[in-house]
């Protein structure tokens, strides 16, 4: 019951959101300051893990499943495939829902708290759109860059700890990032990845803008927020992965 | 003008508002008063449809807000300038841009235009050189100022004021006392103010609607405010010294 009356509320407050905006030029500078303070700002987090990531999973691979029975281009193959199919689109989103979905709930919740939303309503502008769809469109553009940094960064982590440490050669290592490449997987993480730009803004801001009492509550909503996005992350990345790989 | 029919609010079970008729006339200062949590504020969200009234309606110039549609709402809206108890200005914009605000969104006029518009409502409410400064770093009173000034920007036909005295020194208070009464009266504007302070009530009063047990208590203009022997009005509007001093040096009791 509870669930269905959130489900509907969140789709009706979609409705708000995508309804035509009062002044194009307003939107799109919000949308270019949420691009700078969603995106540019979560680069340094995104460039670490992956990294790291990258690095891990190299490390793992080589002295997990080593055996002579095993061709040369395991290592650089495992990471690609982990990172791109899984690694950057879903478990960097999920980090992003955290960073950029507590922000956005925190945000929209104290505006909401200290009346500035009654107060957007009370001149007649469309609180729920000039708050959340800057939002949206931002993490939609910005999130596919961060994604596909971070693949990059996270194949790259694997090449350094691989030839760094001596435990693959760089030229195998390369050829098995090469190994048997469908292009194809690369679109379907963008393809996850804009999906879950879309929930996190979505889901946080809906937390954000229906946090009712006062800074307690605000805190309430932006755990919330990440909890939800989480999951809607999870449920959609399984139907995604069924839709577009099988 | 906006009427008020057979206004009740409740929340949940917490009943606020009971039965609320009233008129607030046009290019008059109509006031508001009442106790701390007697619902005044409650009442002007009521009015401008913020929080749906349980029962009753409101009507502005004779249009019922309640039938109008979302489009309608909207352009009304427009219309309306309202001072918010805790100014409630954008913490992200600054002091300038929260007055610009409205008029980015709504205006037909050049951005140069805008910002004189914009220079020229900050500078009625006495703020000046505080335009790059975000509301974080401005006083409670000054906040209250470029609130006002946001709500005059776009010379709203009904201006709502919750509270504007509360923070501001004797000095001030008047200038914004004065500020809303030649507002009212240069644009003929529906305003309300809310207010517990009893030296507005006498300064720029010309209607006033006492607020006691969830009612509209009692009403009438500044003169019979003082001569009144409503008991409940006494209470609240004698507990302040000077209004005493008043009513003797007018003959009253
Ligand atoms: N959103 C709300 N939900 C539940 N109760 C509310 C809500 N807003 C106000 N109330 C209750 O309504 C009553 C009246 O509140 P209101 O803010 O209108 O008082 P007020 O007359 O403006 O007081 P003050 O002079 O202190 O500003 C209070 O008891 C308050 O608890
Ligand atoms: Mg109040």
Redesign the interface.
């Known amino acids: 019951m509870t669930l269905l009356f959130h489900i509907g509320r969140y789709f009706m407050l979609l409705g708000e959101v995508f309804s035509k905006p009062e002044r194009f030029r307003v939107y799109w500078r919000r949308t270019v300051e949420e691009m700078e303070l969603l995106g540019v700002k979560s680069l340094g987090i995104v460039a670490l893990l992956s990294l790291f990531m990258g690095a891990v999973i190299a490390i793992q691979t080589k002295t997990n499943i080593d055996s002579p029975l095993i061709p040369f281009y395991v290592v650089g193959f495992t990471v690609r495939q982990s990172t791109i199919l899984e690694f950057s689109p879903t478990i960097i989103s999920l980090i992003l829902a955290g960073k950029v979905g507590s922000t956005i709930a925190a945000e929209i919740g104290s505006m909401r708290v200290r009346e500035q939303i009654d107060a957007l309503d009370i001149m007649g502008v469309n609180s729920a759109g000039y708050l959340i769809l800057p939002k949206i469109i931002a993490t939609a553009i910005i999130n596919p860059f961060l994604i596909m940094i971070s693949m990059f960064l996270s194949i790259f982590g694997g090449w350094m700890a691989g030839v760094l440490s001596g435990i693959i050669s760089s030229s195998n290592y390369i050829a098995g990032v090469q190994w048997d490449f469908d292009p194809y997987i690369v679109t379907y993480a963008l393809i996850k990845t804009v999906v879950f730009a879309v929930i996190i803004a979505t889901v946080s801001g809906y937390q954000g803008y229906y946090t009712r009492g006062g800074t307690r509550e605000v805190g309430i909503s932006s755990t919330r927020a990440v909890v939800y996005s989480d999951v809607v992350i999870l449920i959609a990345n399984y139907l995604l992965t069924q839709l577009l790989l099988l | 003008m906006i009427e008020v029919k057979d206004l009740s609010k409740s929340f949940g079970a917490v009943e606020v508002l009971r039965g609320i008729n009233a008129r607030f006339g046009k290019g008059k200062v109509n006031q508001v008063i009442g106790k701390s949590g007697s619902g005044k504020s409650v009442l002007a969200?009521c009015l401008?449809g913020?929080h749906p009234p349980t029962t009753g309606e409101v009507l502005y110039d004779g249009e019922s807000f309640q039938g109008m549609d979302k489009e309608r709402?909207?352009?009304?809206?427009?219309e309306?300038g309202?001072l918010?108890?805790?100014s409630?200005?954008?913490?992200s914009l600054t002091v300038m841009e929260n007055v610009l605000?409205?008029l980015?969104?709504?205006a037909t006029m050049s951005e140069s235009e805008m910002r004189d518009r914009a220079a020229f409502c900050l500078k009625r409410v006495n703020i000046e050189g505080a335009n790059s400064k975000f509301p974080a770093e401005i006083s409670g009173g000054m906040q209250k100022r470029v609130g006002i000034a946001r709500a005059i920007a776009?010379n709203p036909k009904y201006l709502f004021v919750d509270e504007p005295n509360s923070g501001l020194d004797p000095q001030t208070s008047i200038v914004i006392d004065n500020l809303i009464q030649e507002i009212t009266e240069e644009y003929n504007t529906t305003t309300i103010v809310i207010t517990h302070d009893m030296n507005s009530v006498i300064g720029i009063g010309d209607e006033i609607f006492f607020i006691h047990n969830k009612q509209l208590w009692w009403q009438g203009s500044r003169d019979e405010l003082v001569k009144s022997d409503n008991q409940e009005l006494q209470e609240f509007i004698f507990a302040g010294s000077l209004m005493r001093q008043v009513r003797t040096a007018m003959g009253g009791r």
């Not at chain 2, 709402?73 to 427009?78: G, H």
């Not at chain 2, 409630?88 to 913490?91: G, I, M, P, Q, S």
Request: net charge positive; charged share 25%; glycine share 0%.
């Open positions: 969200k401008v913020l709402k909207k352009l009304l809206r427009q309306i309202m918010f108890q805790s409630a200005l954008f913490d605000f409205p980015r969104m709504f776009m």
